[in-house]
């Protein structure tokens, strides 16, 4: 197990080496402690499937901070998708801009089609849906389609929790008595209901 340094790793010839050493070297940079569990000796360019990163508890907002920033400085984007189907996705693609991360598009629901026809630039997949269609993406999208393995689109309560720890800490709260689910497609069976 290791945390390569800079001069370890070899110059990356392809984009997700180039990819890879700039988010290596981002958590070099910073007071992270981590480690790259296995395959690390042909760093950049090879990662097989995916990359094992074990980070320090208490670093891994830092970390997290400095892999965004790290994909931004590349020009990757960050694309969440869900599965209400198997014919339609939801969407909402968000990037980095002046060290803050905006949304690119409201949450809409479309076809793997209309979603690839309408990427331009190198772009991170994650949800819990992606094994699904990842051949269709690849394909359309070639080197645009970064795809993470299943693992990372697990949906967990701690990320949860932390999305609302942060917000509660810059004082940005809901009023509870004002939250509403929000659904895409309404109830095959009943009409949805007006307010």
């Known amino acids: ?43 950049p360019d090879e ?6 990163i074990a980070i320090a508890r208490n670093h891994v907002e830092e970390a997290c901070h400095a892999v965004l920033e790290a994909m931004s400085a590349c020009g990757w ?10 014919e339609r996705r939801i ?6 801009k002046g060290g803050q991360w905006r949304q690119l598009t409201a949450e809409h ?6 979603l690839c026809s309408q990427i331009t630039a190198k772009t991170v997949f994650c949800g819990e849906f992606v094994p699904s269609i990842t051949d269709e993406l690849k394909k359309q999208l070639k080197q645009k389609a970064l795809i993470l393995p299943p693992a990372a689109g697990l949906r967990r309560a701690s990320f949860l929790a932390e999305l609302g720890l942060k917000r509660f800490k810059a004082g940005d709260y809901d009023n509870p008595t004002t939250l509403q689910p929000l659904y895409f497609r309404g109830p095959s069976i ?4 007006h307010r």
């Open 47 to 52: 990662i097989g499937n995916d990359l094992d």
């Open 77 to 86: 984007s960050v694309l969440r998708l869900v599965r209400p189907h198997e």
């Open 190 to 193: 009943t009409q949805p209901k």
């Open 1 to 43: 197990m290791s945390a390569p340094s800079d001069e370890a790793m070899q110059q990356p010839a392809t984009e997700i080496g180039r990819l890879v050493h700039t988010i290596l070297k981002a958590l070099n940079a910073r007071p992270v402690v981590y480690c790259v569990l296995r395959n690390y000796e042909e760093l």
């Open 91 to 96: 969407h909402c693609g968000r990037q980095k």
């Open 109 to 114: 629901i479309t076809t793997v089609d209309a």
